[in-house]
Structures are given as C-alpha cells and as structure tokens.
C-alpha cells in the first residue's frame, strides 16, 4: 500500500511569490489533514477535510492560505503571498476517517522563504 | 486549550540502555494519545496509539503506557540501538475531531 505523497519535497522562494504543495492520500482514507511545523517544534494543525468538506480551519490564515481539495482525494494547500515567517515543513496526512484511526504522514515540503 | 510537554527535550545515551521518554497533558479528557517518530527530513511514523480506556500498549522494543488521570504517558524503549535515534512526538486528541495536539518532542541519540 502506498503512502501518503507530496509534492515537492522541497521549495524556496523570495516573499510576496506565490506557493503550491500538493498531496495525495492513502487511497481509501476519507479524512486528509495538513499540517505546519516549525523548527524545533511540533507540528499544528491548519486544516481538516472530511472528503471534500473543510471540517476544521480554525488555524489556517485565511488572508493568505487557502485549501482545497477536489473530488475528496487530492488536496492542494497554497500561499499568496508568502511571508519570511511561512518558513517550516508542511505536512499532509490521511487517516479512515475514525476517531480513533492512526494518522499517517506524508514526508513533508520543506518551505524556505527568502 | 489542551497543552502537550515532553520532557526531556534532548537525551544521550549508550547503546543497550533502557531509556523512558516523558509526555504530559493538561486535559485529561482526551480521546486517545499517539507516539510518533521523525526522522531528520522526513515526516513522522506512527509507533503506537493508545485509547483513553487502555493502560498500555507494546510494539517490539516499545512500550507505551498512559495515565489519563494524571495525564502522563510514557514511551519505554528496552535495549536502544543506534538505528533508534530520531526525534520522538507525542500527540494527544482530545475529541471526535480527530484533531492532534503535539508535544515539542524528544531528540534521542544512542551513540555506539
């Protein structure tokens, strides 16, 4: 079974510039998460999907972020623009949709803003 | 607003020691607490899971425990190899929601 993937696995980019990372989950899993982490920290959570429902934005920046996630699989997070404090590894994941599933990680996009 | 601590935050030790890392919680009221671990560059692996209603579970070498009460749990690694080092999360979910809360983590080196 594979896991969950993204894309690019690494970015850097001057500010105000615009940004994608893409994710494609475990097949089968309805609920998608994504997930910013921060140097030396762990991670938090900025977006929940229930298919293609967001269920749970109450973290994400909306001035500047914005998420989807078509036909309930794939899901594309974005920044525009990009601020030198949007630096960190974000982080997709997927689970069943249970409460009590496991979540499981995709590798991350490492973001660099400059 | 639940908040997760993991202490110690770095931890060196021997190869073949036993070794205990700590996580605590302010809200007892969770649904159920995971153990992560995350290598440098990549995302994190799940270790274990235990629900609000179970004291422990074990995985090889790993034991998790949980005192919900207390809000404690404890990550026990028996006879720690070098392929062991990586930091090592814990994340409560307080709720249906299935939304995880992660401690800062624990960056464990076992030196040959």
């Known amino acids: 079974e594979a896991g969950v993937v993204q894309s690019p696995r690494y970015k850097i980019i001057e500010k105000k510039q615009p940004v994608a990372f893409w994710c494609n989950p475990i097949?089968?899993?309805?609920?998608l998460y994504w997930y910013r982490q921060n140097l030396g920290q762990g991670p938090e959570l900025l977006i929940r999907y229930e298919n293609e429902e967001a269920v749970d934005d109450s973290q994400l920046p909306k001035d500047r972020f914005s998420a989807e996630r078509l036909k309930g699989v794939d899901s594309t997070l974005k920044i525009q623009p990009a601020e030198l404090g949007d630096s960190a590894v974000y982080l997709c994941?997927?689970?069943?949709?249970?409460?009590?599933?496991?979540?499981?990680f995709g590798p991350g996009t490492r973001l660099t803003v400059l | 607003k639940q908040e997760v601590t993991q202490i110690p935050a770095a931890l060196s030790v021997p190869e073949g020691e036993n070794l205990v890392l700590n996580c605590s919680f302010t809200d007892s009221a969770i649904y159920n607490l995971q153990w992560f671990r995350q290598d440098p560059g990549k995302g994190l692996t799940s270790l274990l899971l235990i629900q609000s209603s179970q004291r422990e579970q074990t995985s090889g070498r790993l034991n998790a425990s949980l005192d919900k009460s207390s809000g404690r749990s404890t990550l026990y690694i028996a006879a720690s190899q070098p392929g062991d080092s990586a930091t090592y999360l814990c994340a409560v979910n307080s709720g249906a929601t299935n939304k995880l809360i992660f401690g800062t983590g624990t960056l464990l080196a076992v030196q040959p």
């Open positions: 097949s089968g899993h309805n609920t």
């Open positions: 994941a997927s689970s069943r949709g249970q409460s009590a599933d496991t979540q499981y």
